[in-house]
T-cell receptor, first 115, second 114 residues
Framework: RKEVEQDPGPFNVPEGATVAFNCTYS??????FFWYRQDCRKEPKLLMS???SGNEDGRFTAQLNRASQYISLLIRDSKLSDSATYLC????????????????FGKGTKLSVKP | DTAVSQTPKYLVTQMGNDKSIKCEQN?????MYWYKQDSKKFLKIMFS???????INETVPNRFSPKSPDKAHLNLHINSLELGDSAVYFC?????????????FGSGTQLSVL
């Protein structure tokens, strides 16, 4: 099983649609979870952290299910500017007693929002 | 006032050459990283330095040698370049403490080995 698995997509949706991305991770000891966004030919940028209780940031909602080792991202009212690749990210094995940013990235799910 | 800057943006070179990529961050972060994104878009950590000390060294050929002259700089030197080294290399940094896993990436260096 891969460390972080995502549906690669692409997801092609019309503006205004609601779209959900799923992600599973293999390391049950992981403690930190994130969604990053990567535009075409650009660097990844942190979109949001994912907390155990679930969290929302505007049109974006992230959920975590530790028992199932599953993370989700919901985007409501999609905008053209949401077109990007969404990377599910989980912290990896600790080094020298601390994870020190050893992040494991999924391959990403590509989203294309059409007018 | 770019937060994490890396140069060059594009690097085209012949097999067997030696090349370097430079990275600097002005965020005052303690930890810096090199990540590699291959043709399949898979982003994978290579190295991590904390206050100039190597703390993560993934399974990377020893042709790749990072150098951190101070905590604001982490350069990557690659010897005897091979075709398979072609990829986008991202430098990143993160703060200490609770934000240490929130990475700030540079814009990437696209390396093409011919």
């Amino acid at each position: 099983r891969k460390e972080v698995e995502q549906d690669p997509g692409p997801f092609n949706v019309p503006e205004g649609a609601t779209v959900a991305f799923n992600c599973t991770y293999s390391n049950s000891a992981s403690q930190s979870f994130f969604w990053y966004r990567q535009d075409c030919r650009k660097e990844p940028k942190l979109l949001m952290s994912v907390y155990s209780s679930g969290n929302e940031d505007g049109r974006f909602t992230a959920q975590l299910n530790r028992a199932s080792q599953y993370i989700s991202l919901l985007i409501r009212d999609s905008k053209l500017s949401d077109s990007a690749t969404y990377l599910c990210v989980v912290n990896g094995p600790a080094y020298y007693g601390g994870s020190q940013g050893n992040l494991i990235f999924g391959k990403g799910t590509k989203l294309s929002v059409k007018p | 006032d770019t937060a994490v800057s890396q140069t060059p943006k594009y690097l085209v070179t012949q097999m067997g050459n030696d090349k370097s990529i430079k990275c600097e961050q002005n965020l005052g972060h303690d930890t810096m990283y090199w990540y590699k994104q291959d043709s399949k878009k898979f982003l994978k950590i290579m190295f991590s330095y904390n206050n100039k000390e190597l703390i993560i060294n993934e399974t990377v050929p020893n042709r790749f040698s990072p150098k951190s002259p101070d905590k604001a700089h982490l350069n990557l030197h690659i010897n005897s370049l091979e075709l398979g080294d072609s990829a986008v290399y991202f430098c990143a940094s993160s703060p200490a403490g609770t934000g240490r896993e929130k990475l700030f990436f540079g814009s990437g260096t696209q390396l093409s080995v011919l």
